[in-house]
Nanobody, 111 residues
């Protein structure tokens, strides 16, 4: 059974940094593309970043240059390093692979 568990969210001041982690189990992690999404209150869930099995990456325009997605296949974990955080980055962040979603982790950026 595929399971994705996010961690690393929290409260941070604008301009600060956080690193999110998503630990995967029950899947051949190294062969799967992974993605981070986020959903702010009252808004639709949006794609933040993706990473392929070959570690090619793509980002939403709103986070380019500030966020970095990476993966560690030995640890079955994908990361999202978030720098220069803004209040508009406040959201629940979700890890996704194929049809599977994690439970989400809250990120709150205060101004």
């Amino acid at each position: 059974q595929v399971k994705l568990v996010e961690s690393g969210g929290g409260l941070v001041q604008a301009g600060g940094s956080l690193r999110l982690s998503c630990a995967a189990s029950g899947m051949g992690f190294r062969n799967w593309a992974m993605a981070w999404y986020r959903q702010a209150p009252g808004k639709e869930r949006e794609l933040v970043a993706t990473i392929t099995s070959g570690s090619s990456t793509n980002y939403a325009d709103s986070v380019k240059g500030r966020f970095t997605i990476s993966r560690d296949n030995a640890k079955n974990t994908v990361y999202l390093q978030m720098n220069s955080l803004k209040p508009e980055d406040t959201a629940v962040y979700y890890c996704k692979s194929a049809a599977f979603w994690g439970q989400g982790t809250q990120v709150t950026v205060s101004s």
